[in-house]
């Protein structure tokens, strides 16, 4: 074989080693960031599955909360009726007391005095 042709050949199999050593630290540099990103991803997944979970849970609260102020709510109106009708049921009888004091009490004579209850038959 002629020197020429040999080292022609050493020269492509030394720029084919160099090759595939350079080739072969770019594969393993990818593996190791491709390794990193499926972690990265795989973290990132589960911090939106809890977050999901918390926000459900938080949607589940919020729900329960809106229905107990509806209900204490209704509880309160229905509160605020009733104290107007016995305000207007008190007021009634204040009246009607008052009315009947009048009537019942002959002239010179105040009910809840001693003295005018001695003197009735």
Request: a negative charge; charged letters at 25%; proline letters at 4%.
């Amino acid at each position: 074989m002629n020197k020429a042709l040999r080292a022609i050949l050493s020269l492509t199999a030394l720029a084919a080693l160099l090759l595939m050593t350079f080739l072969c630290v770019r594969f393993l540099r990818g593996n190791r960031d491709l390794a990193s990103l499926e972690s990265a991803v795989a973290q990132s997944q589960s911090a939106w599955e809890a977050t999901a979970a918390e926000k459900e849970s938080l949607q589940a609260e919020l729900k329960q909360v809106k229905d107990d102020l509806k209900e204490a709510s209704l509880s309160l109106s229905e509160a605020a009726a009733r104290s107007e009708e016995l305000q207007g049921e008190i007021a009634a009888l204040k009246e009607e007391i008052a009315a009947l004091k009048g009537k019942a009490s002959p002239p010179g004579i105040q009910p809840g005095d001693p003295d005018s209850s001695a003197s009735l038959p």
